[in-house]
T-cell receptor
Framework: DTEVTQTPKHLVMGMTNKKSLKCEQH?????MYWYKQKAKKPPELMFV???????INESVPSRFSPECPNSSLLNLHLHALQPEDSALYLC??????????????FGQGTRLTVV | QKEVEQNSGPLSVPEGAIASLNCTYS??????FFWYRQYSGKSPELIMF????GDKEDGRFTAQLNKASQYVSLLIRDSQPSDSATYLC????????????FGKGTKLSVKP
């Protein structure tokens, strides 16, 4: 089983709203990631959690706030987003962050539209 | 600046032919190499990974790695229309703390 589950699949939110994206995996993976993907572009890394600790924050604006409540769950809290933040938000997980176990599996993504 | 380069395509092949997708990378410290397939509007799906020089085969897919030339490729034999998608090459480098560097992807079109 290589399943990473993301909810919701689609989200439309206003610029003053607060919402959260959720991601769950039960593969025992200890590294979890948030990526952002715009149309016709490759995924761009936003955050990396390794063993439930934030290890990378790729200069993401503070209106995006990640949270890792436990080793299976990853959230992305959204507040005061801009229309240019509209994108496909992808969660991924891997066994760890060392070379021999870095195969990352992606969830189905949340299509976010900010109006 | 670590870079992963792919020809954006589109690469068009007839059904049943071999599709050859190429990727080069700039960081000699790169250790792990991945091919993802992404259908329009969907998330990337891992189809192959390779760590050592040489070939790795899985069904109709063969990944080839040449670290001296900093080159990784994906061959798809007996291409099917369902293989039509964007193929993303991704590279992991020690010290990057799990940051996969993605190429921009090659769009493959398999014509019936």
């Amino acid at each position: 089983d290589t399943e990473v589950t993301q909810t919701p699949k689609h989200l439309v939110m206003g610029m003053t709203n607060k919402k959260s994206l959720k991601c769950e995996q039960h593969m025992g993976h200890r590294a979890m990631y948030w990526y952002k993907q715009k149309a016709k572009k490759p995924p761009e890394l936003m955050f990396v959690y390794s063993y439930e600790k934030l290890s990378i924050n790729e200069s993401v604006p503070s209106r995006f706030s990640p949270e890792c409540p436990n080793s299976s769950l990853l959230n992305l809290h959204l507040h005061a987003l801009q229309p240019e933040d509209s994108a496909l938000y992808l969660c991924a997980s891997s066994q760890g962050s060392r070379a021999e176990n870095t195969e990352a599996f992606f969830g189905q993504g949340t299509r976010l539209t900010v109006v | 600046q670590k870079e992963v380069e792919q020809n954006s395509g589109p690469l068009s092949v007839p059904e049943g032919a071999i599709a050859s997708l190429n990727c080069t990378y700039s960081d000699r410290g790169s250790q792990s190499f991945f091919w993802y397939r992404q259908y329009s509007g969907k998330s990337p799906e891992l189809i192959m990974f390779i760590y050592s020089n040489g070939d790795k085969e899985d069904g109709r897919f063969t990944a080839q790695l040449n670290k001296a030339s900093q080159y990784v490729s994906l061959l798809i034999r007996d291409s099917q229309p369902s293989d039509s998608a964007t193929y993303l090459c991704a590279v992991w480098t020690i010290g990057s703390q799990g940051n996969l560097i993605f190429g921009k992807g090659t769009k493959l079109s398999v014509k019936p």
